[in-house]
């Protein structure tokens, strides 16, 4: 793998690094990036790789086994560089197409029956509410939907979980990093209490794997399942899920059309899989498996992952203090228990007025979340120190305003446009 950023000592340098990586990816400069929770920036790298790819396929067409053999050596890639970045072996990752197909895997693949019970909170992406109300209306199973506020207060955390999960808990699913309030979760102390009791726990990564520091067998996670384009900086419809090799057997791929097995053996009887590999599906396409490799490898390799955590939790709270510290602003994602996720509302604005605002004013690219009723930034290593100045002080005016009483907006007049 090449790439025009060379590694750069982090400390000394740390402006022009920013500079040179930001350069890397040029939809920093459309605008304040602050969504990368939904799809983040794509390296101009990962977009180079792909449009080589495709162009290949264009030219010399898909249908030769050898571009198909060619194909699973880059999926092998794609399983390496994941495996590296959640700290596994690479027989316990699977590429799949999102995060909601690693949640599917791995609560559809439980043998649930009626009378079993799944745990999970009221602040969970539908990504993982969804199986399990399929698992409700087929196997008549029960849903333990647990109120945790805003993430924020642990033992309140773990109290809720430790009188929810008994004998008949069959799965806990819950997330790394909550998409609402943006809060960590206490993964491995809930872990603890799920595995003592014989339960599986299932866990979306969507905002965690290329935020925070993620080791999915520290963390207890059984399976663990990610997406490509947040902050991974990779295509959409890519993702990953691990299954680490003790809870495999446990497990049973649940979609037609899945691999099922390694080889045809010499009596021609098929020898099943026994790795995370079983549970990988097909019909990949093909430039966006490389696309997510290339990113990945990216982000290790040139970027440096401990300077992507390092950077980015230092950026996330100071976007975090600045706004709080804003008159008529409220900030929902708790400041002891943050990854690169902030929250919050502005007294007298709609989080979609305020998203338009922002948008209009300063370029800001953000989202809303009817969930908590708040306008949610995602702030990444890329992200600059002037970027955020600028984006608090947009976010300042609008508090100091109402969508009435704002100053309106400056307009450029053109000579013969009438």
């Known amino acids: 793998m090449t790439s025009p950023i060379p590694p750069v000592p982090p400390v000394s340098l740390d402006a022009e690094r920013l500079a040179a990586l930001r350069a890397a990816l040029p939809a920093l400069g459309a605008g304040i990036y602050l969504n990368a929770g939904t799809s983040g920036p794509l390296p101009a790298e990962t977009a180079a790789a792909m449009d080589q790819i495709a162009q290949y396929e264009l030219a010399v067409g898909r249908g030769h086994i050898d571009g198909f053999i060619e194909f699973l050596q880059r999926l092998e890639e794609a399983r390496a560089a994941v495996a590296a970045l959640l700290t ?3 027989d316990d990752i699977a590429i799949t197409h999102a995060t909601t197909d690693g949640m599917n895997l791995g609560i559809h693949g439980i043998d649930w029956r ?3 019970k799944a745990v999970t909170t009221r602040m969970e992406h539908p990504g993982g509410t969804g199986p399990l109300y399929v698992q409700r209306d087929r196997a008549g199973i ?3 939907f647990l109120d945790i506020g805003d993430g924020g207060d642990h033992d309140r955390i773990l109290t809720a979980f430790d009188a929810a999960i008994d004998a008949r808990t069959k799965a806990v699913v819950i ?3 909550l998409w609402s309030t943006g809060a960590v979760m206490p993964v491995r102390a809930i872990a603890d209490i799920a595995h003592a009791r014989g339960a599986l726990v299932v866990v979306d990564g969507a905002q965690s794997a290329g935020a925070i520091r993620t ?3 520290a963390l207890g996670a059984d399976v663990y399942a990610i997406p490509g384009q947040k902050w991974l900086l990779g295509p959409e419809g890519t993702g990953a899920v691990a299954v680490p090799s003790h809870v495999r057997d446990r497990l049973k791929p649940s979609v037609a059309g899945y691999y099922t097995f390694e080889r045809i053996d010499s009596a021609g009887v098929a020898v ?3 790795s995370g590999r079983k549970f990988e599906g097909s019909s990949f396409h093909r430039p966006s498996v490389v696309g997510l490799a290339r990113s990945v490898g990216w982000l290790s390799m040139f970027v440096g992952l401990d300077w992507i955590y390092e950077r980015g939790a230092r950026m996330a709270a100071l976007a975090h203090d600045r706004l709080a510290a804003i008159p008529g602003v409220t900030v929902i ?3 002891q228990h943050m990854a690169t996720l902030v929250s919050f509302r502005i007294a007298g604005w709609t989080p979609q007025e305020a998203c338009d605002e922002l948008g209009a004013r300063v370029f800001a690219v953000t989202r809303t979340l009817a969930l908590v009723d708040a306008l949610r930034i995602s702030v990444g290593f890329f992200t600059s120190e002037d970027e955020l100045e600028r984006f608090a002080g947009a976010v300042e005016l609008l508090a100091a305003h109402t969508p009435a009483t704002i ?12």
Do not use: E, Y
């Open 333 to 335: 994602t708790p400041r």
């Open 114 to 116: 009626a009378g079993d």
């Open 272 to 274: 099943p899989w026994r």
């Open 175 to 177: 997330s790394h990093v």
């Open 215 to 217: 080791d999915v067998l």
């Open 142 to 144: 029960d849903i333990d």
């Open 88 to 90: 596994l072996d690479v």
């Open 407 to 418: 100053p309106p907006r400056r307009t450029l007049n053109l000579l013969g446009q009438g």
